[in-house]
């Protein structure tokens, strides 16, 4: 398990808040982490938009980044001010996923870290387009943020499928485990576990096509293995059984039930997606568990992937 000595902090252009900085900073003083500051500014953005106009689109570009670049070295500033290094970085250009990934690519980061907002009257999450590429797509750790004050201290539920249901590498399960059990000695947590006995959705994919299948509950031979296979997974681990929990149900309902239960700040997951289908996978299921989950949500990759 790496050390997560570099982190990339995705901030977010003239926002008064900066909850990704938040919670990576919270990371960085208890791993002595450096943080790498990027901001990404939408290379369509014109100068018409804004009064007063600037006398040309070099001169309106030449002043975005300018501010952009100022409001990031006072937040370098900041970080060193609390012993944290941090350098940053102001590009332009689009897709902002693609900005991210060649940054990935380039600076070779341990994490990256974005602001997700949470809006509790809808119970939903607003991902962007961005979040689901970088979801499926960054081959490293990701962090998305939806309350940074809930990270100190949290509860953190790590999600494992020992069943392999979904096709995930075994190894994922036992990253998944030591990634938590690394997160909760830094932060001063607790360390819970999940398996969900999936009852199979109602809806499936074949190709491109959605088709209707029957929601059956698993025999009682299918939960006992299930059971087993959790049991061996767990085997020699630290942990309390009264943090390992397994539930038998629909997963994405389950997974959000159970956070909301034990109150958990941080979700861990796994993800792999690679193929067509593989990206229907973490579009779908995923998409059910992450934009209604209360709390931020760490997607963990196979090492493998990196």
């Known amino acids: 398990m790496d050390s997560l000595r570099n982190i990339l902090v995705l901030m977010e252009p003239s ?12 990371l960085a003083r208890r791993l002595g982490s450096r943080l790498e500051l990027l901001v990404g500014e939408f290379q369509d953005l014109h100068a018409a938009y804004f009064d007063p106009m600037t006398a040309t689109l070099q001169e309106f570009h030449d002043d975005v980044m300018a501010g952009h670049r100022a409001a990031l070295e006072r937040y370098v500033q900041a970080a060193a001010a609390q012993g944290v290094s941090a350098l940053s970085e102001a590009l332009w250009g689009t897709p902002f996923h693609e900005i991210v990934l060649a940054r990935v690519a380039a600076t070779r980061p341990e994490l990256v870290v974005k602001h997700s907002a949470y809006h509790n009257r809808i119970e939903r999450t607003l991902f962007t ?10 081959p490293v750790p990701l962090l998305l943020v939806k309350d940074p004050n809930r990270m100190a201290g949290a509860r953190i539920l790590a999600c494992v499928d020992p069943m392999h249901a979904h096709d995930k590498p075994a190894s994922l399960d036992r990253q998944l485990l030591a990634r938590g059990a690394t997160l909760a000695e830094a932060l001063g947590g607790e360390l819970h576990s999940l398996n969900v006995c999936a009852i199979p959705s109602p809806i499936g994919v074949v190709g491109d096509a959605y088709v209707a299948s029957a929601a059956m509950p698993p025999d009682a031979e299918w939960i006992d293995r299930a059971r087993e296979s959790y049991r061996q997974l767990m085997a020699g681990r630290d942990l309390p059984r009264e943090r390992v929990h397994f539930r038998i149900g629909v997963a994405a309902r389950e997974i959000v039930a159970a956070a909301r239960e034990i109150d958990t700040g941080i979700v861990l997951m796994g993800a792999v997606s690679r193929r067509r289908l593989e990206r229907w996978f973490v579009g779908s299921t995923a998409e059910t568990v992450l934009d209604r989950l209360p709390c931020n949500v760490w997607v963990e990759k196979p090492q493998t992937q990196a």
């Open 15 to 26: 926002a008064e808040a900066q909850p990704a900085f938040d919670a990576a900073m919270v």
């Open 129 to 138: 387009g961005s979040d689901w590429h970088l979801i499926r797509d960054c």
